[in-house]
């Protein structure tokens, strides 16, 4: 790359990061768990947000901003669950930024919970753009291999938590768990690791408490 | 996007457009037809490439260069079919570029039919680049889900080819072939659609003739 390109793509980030850990301070003083969810397209992250929220409400209040290259999809079907949803269509953009979550923070009610930020389905660009988050999760569905870990780095090591998804198609899918297990423990040996299925709800109970707990820290912390 | 970053963009495309240009002349001059495959991760297009191989050889000779943000591993499997295959690892960027495949240019055999180019896997950025292809194949594995197409048009609008991979998982996967065809086809009326399983072979003999017709037609238009 040339130096003029390096010089724009640093000025870029430096701008994100900056909205974004203001975005962060703002969150965070509310007592809002903002929880960052990156992967491939059709991994399954809006039906794990189906099934998630079964988990944790009525206890807990959540809201969902979805990210989407292009159509109103996946924030028509959160809010048929009943949840507070915000669709930003990107229009190309490979990623969510700061700066697109920055511009719906006036609609984003005070006395939430959680927060959660579903990016555009990509292993790949979302992992370079902090949003503002306190916790990323990554989800690898078991269709796509037990070999991308170490294909796909970036997301797996700038993230808090991996959600192996789609377990109860194994077998007859040749997806070894503890292989990517290991794999992704390989390159980021503080994540931690969940094996769920959306449709048989394993997993769920411990992803929530998970998040619970998190909450109940992030809460302590800045009591 | 602020002035000065679409400029700097917009002199990267031109540039990447030019190199392939020259590629495609140069490639196309010798007879090879060319195939970009772009599809998410793990949606088999190195499994696919195995499996069209048992079709296309030993009557057709073809080698393929693989992107992936890291590792070898694609390159192994394909050579491990006595294929010729190159690997580009291109360390963080989330697609591969004409410049990368130029690179390599000195190493492509002379006489080979078919040159297959196994893009990183991403769903949108691989789309914007023109690597000096003749043809471009997009793959949606049916776990992926039949709403693809209009969640990420542009490798859907910028293809010839469909190949809906992973046919065997329907069912008991809720994927609605029909759907996804008509999506893609509503967003781009030319697309030839292939409906493929790499572990039952369905669909790969009729890919295999599309291929070979077009190789044809490259050749008659060359000639």
Same mark, same amino acid.
């Given at each position: 790359m040339k130096t003029k390109e390096v010089m724009v793509l640093k000025d870029l980030l430096g701008s994100n990061n900056k909205i974004a850990g203001e975005i962060r301070d703002k969150l965070t003083a509310r007592g809002i768990l903002t929880i960052n969810l990156l992967s491939s +397209? $059709?991994?399954?992250k809006t039906t794990l947000l189906e099934a998630l929220s079964d988990e944790v409400r009525p206890r807990y209040r959540m809201a969902v901003i979805e990210g989407d290259i292009e159509t109103e999809r996946d924030a028509d079907r959160i809010r048929a669950k009943g949840i507070p949803a915000w669709q930003i269509q990107t $229009? $190309?953009? %490979?990623h969510l930024d700061a700066r697109m979550i920055g511009r719906l923070f006036p609609e984003? +009610?005070?006395?939430?919970?959680f927060l959660f930020i579903e990016n555009v389905?990509?292993? *790949? %660009?979302?992992?370079?753009?902090?949003?503002?988050?306190?916790l990323r999760l990554v989800l690898l569905s078991t269709p796509e291999g037990d070999d991308k870990p170490k294909k796909y780095p970036k997301a797996f090591t700038t993230s808090n938590g991996l959600v192996i998804s789609? @377990?109860?198609? *194994?077998p007859p899918l040749p997806f070894d768990i503890d292989r990517a297990r290991r794999e992704a423990l390989d390159i980021n040996p503080r994540l931690k690791v969940f094996t769920t299925s959306?449709? @048989?709800?394993? $997993?769920l109970p411990e992803l929530a408490a998970y998040l619970i707990e998190e909450l109940k820290r992030l809460r302590g912390d800045h009591a």
């Open positions: +397209p $059709g991994a399954g $229009g $190309g953009a %490979c984003i +009610p005070p006395d939430l919970d389905g990509n292993l *790949v %660009c979302p992992a370079g753009f902090d949003l503002g988050e306190n789609k @377990t109860d198609l *194994v959306s449709q @048989t709800k394993a $997993g």
